[in-house]
């Protein structure tokens, strides 16, 4: 069973994370991952942390000579800007340390629910562990899982169709080629149009001392059917997927496939013709993919297709109205960090982390240990399903 | 912990369910559970089924004299058609038995990754598990968190927004109120003035042999700050929200609060000032809602609010194109059953599913084995973050 | 991920159990299952009840037509002395209940601290749950695991080493002699000298008023190398098979193949050389099975070879002093029911726990979700490591 | 929900864990832990390596100037002679190493096993995550638990009570006062006049080439009644707690109590009586405690005592038979390391292991996520148990 923890404070020594379950005999580098860290960091909109920060991962455990072991993986991500922050985050009670207690939960933050639930009366003993910079280890996790994908030709995309309600038109292009436009621009749309007017939107929004949301859509193509399963409510890939990206930072929105758009359409328009062709991948085809390539929570051999609203940043230059934990008194609500758009960015994790429940999902269904033993499994699968 | 699993076939003997992990010391009847059930059996656009099954629930364990053990509650719905079926599904050979297998998988259903993936050369060994007749079984268990919630005064409410395209106008009243009226008719609408125009769209589509779906929307009052967890990414409660109501079948979309509208808006004007207000419940209030009760993936005293998409019924008399698993010809795909709309009744399965994760993270944050003791830390916390 | 829960009062309306995650496939008959229902319920030293109870499963769900369906089975037992319990343990209010609440825990049983956990005034709503009966369940779903492993050449012995003081001298025959001598008398044991001693030695007990326990070995043949895992604490088989025999009811001891007798030895004599026999199931063999065929937490291809101490029954008829809960009286402990000693039917039980641990690990390490393609996954798995 | 995962290679860079579901506001210092990863490495009969790893440990998240957050706490120790090993262990292809792969398995290690079943051709990939090293991760993560146990007045003991076969006597004093004996001397037995046996024992295997196993015992005094539960098998704290002893390298058998002696004992003196001590922690007493504090799956308010069997360390100077894994020649198995004895090593190792699971079982028990709140339902639970 593959499965991992995240561990790392925004501004303490390190992100931490131990992904369990993977495999041995796959080939492995820092790079795999950095690749993904450093897409993850880029985009139009971001601010300064994104400068300091150039992430990278260290393997603590493993990973040897570039390919897995089988044993757990731990990967560390050093926070750079660390030693600024070495007084105020000392897991020792430190001399030097002025107490400075954040008091003031900012609206659309953990802020106010975490600091009555955990009792703190520091909100900075939220905040540090609810920022996104907890995706880095989310990405590093599924970097991981995206290179055993890989071994078995299952690709992951990601695109952005809008921002701060600027919209990309639909591009008819097989996944591959979207990614392809996506990455060659930094608001990552694939039509490439759009991209001036996304710009502006960002910098009126930065202007104005606001922020912008967006959504983004993950491709994942080279899925077998199978995955998942119909029988008990928690193996169910769709459910799966959901809680994978619903809890990822600012997301308010996940959909499959037509998504929303199947309370609006009859269903003769909505349900997937089924067919057979020979020379496909897996024999049996879908000849519209409207479910997103999940069918009785179960990949049905076709494209899967999420989409996925971020909200937009929470902290904002013009602050929201908010109390003071301990006072009661009302104040104008403080200003921690200051991107304006992390959309495209968003959509890179929400690339990764679709790949770690897809992995996950994958070794259920086909066991085995090493590379060589998944390989021969799922080699006979396929045989299997196309000619039977 | 709270957990479940369900198990039972649409015309097997019976479907069961185990609930384990409900404290003891709640009061708990048959009837608490069936009158969610009938709840789920109601709605303009229900096939012939629903008037043959009359799903009364039956305790096999953890309740006694109408309060509950602490031990597992087994529950089950015994299927009234049974006897019909009993030679076809019967778990022992049976010499009457005439195979007749199914080998044309319907489209929307699934029919053709489960046959691949569990190698079955019947598909009525997939569909009887896949059928929507196991929400049965989710409504069971959600009626029973339900019955704990409500000790708690935390209230789950739901109504209809939209079917086939037809949308209810916004009403704005407290959430008991807009459930009064989405219980005052049988398409679950607020806006009783869109009654009509629902009962026509769906009777259109019956006599086009079509189906429609629609868009529902769960209501949760009363839950206090601070459920889930921002620290690690499975803990969050939206993310657990998203997976239980995206495993329910025919679901293609879940959004919470602003949902897929974060995306058009900008920060100013998403996330939702904090205020006190010493009358209120829990002290810190929003004094908007549009994060929808979670941030940080806790609960944040705000009513929860999840809007949820509805495929159309997959099974249409106009029926789609599809092969038969063996011959790999065509066909036109064959009907199980009739409903024409059951978006009515899952807006009622919605309710108790969200009122399961809901307790779930309730018990996870009070713990305790008794309501005796789970009411003295609840109200140890209350007085607490009113108090601090 | 196979994984079961269990449900039911001792003297409610039934047991029920659902087991998630068998795979299709599977040739399953209901006496398959009954054949160790009835096995659990024999031996020297039985009460009344054994009587009265004569344990037949229903299968709910999961099996048409004597195979196995990959969804969740449900498994029933009927109480069948039920009827006269009814009142006394009726999930409803019963106006024909008089209210004689059990407040004297019994010493040895769950009654104190379950009531004092639960917050139980009646202690009758512990020990229904916390009875024995429940390994009837269990039974149930090691019975449908052991299906599982005999299709792949596994199979599970057990028999009695010693019972009340009395030991059975060791016979040194291979596992499935071992079994059939200790099923051919009624109190498991392989040296069938010691048969009348034991008798001997229960009947004394019981004309006292006393009881006994006594130690059982399970023996599983055929297991090969790497099931479990050595990379994570919580994936080690031996572990796991712990906590499912210490989970048994009345058992304070596990050991695994040398046990506590390693303390002994020096390493010389307990470590077991590895050798290479073409000829032999694996290649791999070790010449002598001192670890009981576990390893760094993983089965090495031996036999698994554990041993489990059961303690006397805990209701004497030579009472033991208790107090009440309520009046902190003393008082000598009521008597709930009669056996005077239950070894061979735990060594049955045991049996069946144990299958569940290994088809677990099985499952986790060959994948599939069908017999068929398990048995593709395990032969090339066979072949691997035979020809490395 | 309590967890943690730990991961590391013994001669990698680092050993990390990650503890997740820790409360916050617990007073938590790297000398917590250091001081149990000391204890750790004493004992007389270690070798060379326990001189040069003297571990500290460092908190890289999840505290913050001595104080817990809440959030996911991750544990790394330095491995001190990774500089030695760097090249062999390096996570990235590395130009200067020669591949030298051990072919050989080692009799008694997961080498044999861990090779088949990930498909290694070097053992080295798998014996370094098999290591008892990675113990030393268990004891940081029981080390903090301890620290919240600590909190409560609950407390981990353990000693030594006999070694290659020599005993110590039964010394009849308090579990703290058993401790410091304990803590006297370098085999950690009670019983002080048999040091000098055990020495001779253990210098003796040493001249031999041999080595030495024993049994420890380990205490935990404090625990009030209701931890675990009775109702579902793997929620029995007993089960936990013999899955997570059994889980230990070098544990061939666990048990609890009286543990095997019960099946020499009539059940008339094995059952504990029952009494009321106005006077005691939790109002009902035991007069005796043969369950070691553990009653149908749960604590009984006695001290928990559980003893342990650990089998002489597998690797030897004078080797055991083994075949190489390539050649299937017969060789004499190579020494890795050169301890003789570390059962004292263990006890320590086994303390913080029951740590984690009590503090595991009293989380769930009492719920809360901040030491005062967890402190207030505490006390309200031994307030309503001793008053009713």
Redesign the interface.
């Given at each position: 069973?593959l499965?991992?923890?995240?561990?790392?404070?925004s501004h303490?020594?390190?992100?931490?994370?131990?992904l369990?379950g993977m495999?041995?005999?796959l080939a492995l580098?820092?790079d795999d991952i950095n690749v993904q860290l450093a897409r993850r960091q880029l985009g139009y909109g971001r601010g300064r942390r994104m400068e300091i920060e150039s992430d990278r991962v260290?393997?603590?455990?493993?990973?040897?000579?570039?390919v897995t072991?089988?044993?757990?993986?731990?990967l560390?991500i050093t926070n750079l800007d660390w030693r600024q922050w070495e007084v105020r985050?000392?897991?020792?009670?430190?001399p030097d340390?002025k107490p400075n207690p954040v008091t003031k939960?900012r609206?659309?933050?953990?802020?106010?629910?975490?600091a009555?639930?955990?009792?703190?009366r520091d909100v900075r003993?939220?905040l540090?562990?609810?920022s996104a910079r907890e995706t880095a280890s989310?990405v590093c996790v599924g970097a991981v899982a995206r290179r055993l994908l890989a071994e078995f030709d299952i690709h992951v995309y990601s695109h952005v169709l809008?921002?701060?309600?600027v919209h990309a038109r639909r591009v008819n292009l097989p996944p591959a080629q979207l990614h392809e436009l996506a990455e060659s621009n930094d608001v990552r749309c694939t039509d490439t149009g759009v991209v001036d007017a996304i710009h502006q939107a960002i910098d009126a929004?930065k202007a104005?001392?606001?922020?912008?949301?967006?959504?983004f859509e993950v491709l994942v193509t080279g899925v077998p059917?199978?995955l998942g399963?119909?029988?008990?409510?928690?193996r169910?890939l769709?459910?799966?997927?959901?809680?994978?990206?619903?809890?990822?930072?600012a997301?308010?929105?996940?959909?499959?496939?037509?998504?929303?758009?199947?309370?609006?359409?009859?269903?003769?328009q909505?349900?997937?013709?089924?067919?057979?062709d020979a020379a496909s991948a897996?024999g049996?085809i879908?000849?519209s993919n409207n479910?997103?390539g999940i069918?009785?929570?179960?990949?049905?051999?076709e494209t899967i297709v999420i989409r996925v609203?971020?909200?937009?940043?929470?902290t904002?230059y013009?602050p929201?109205?908010?109390?003071d934990?301990e006072t009661?008194q009302?104040f104008a609500a403080s200003i921690e960090r200051s991107d304006t758009c992390a959309v495209p960015a968003a959509s890179v994790i929400g690339e990764n982390i679709v790949a770690f429940t897809i992995a996950q999902a994958f070794?259920?269904?086909?066991?085995?240990?090493?590379i060589?033993?998944i390989r021969?499994?799922y080699i006979?699968?396929l045989t299997?399903?196309r000619e039977?």
């Open positions: 069973m499965r991992y923890l995240t561990a790392g404070e303490g020594p390190a992100l931490v994370s131990i369990e495999p041995a005999g580098s820092a260290m393997f603590r455990s493993g990973v040897r000579h570039g072991l089988g044993s757990p993986i731990a560390e985050m000392d897991p020792t009670p430190n340390y939960p609206p659309g933050h953990a802020d106010l629910p975490g009555l639930k955990y009792g703190h003993n939220v540090e562990r609810a989310r809008s921002i701060g309600g929004a104005n001392g606001d922020t912008l949301g967006g959504v059917p199978g399963s119909h029988v008990q409510w928690d169910k769709d459910g799966r997927l959901a809680q994978a990206l619903m809890s990822m930072q997301i308010k929105g996940v959909e499959i496939g037509m998504g929303f758009a199947v309370a609006e359409t009859p269903g003769s909505v349900h997937d013709p089924i067919a057979y897996f049996f879908h000849t479910a997103g069918e009785g929570g179960m990949s049905n051999g609203a971020k909200k937009p940043i929470s904002l013009k929201l109205a908010s109390v934990l009661k009302s070794l259920e269904k086909y066991g085995g240990d090493s060589a033993e021969r499994n006979g699968y299997e399903i039977r």
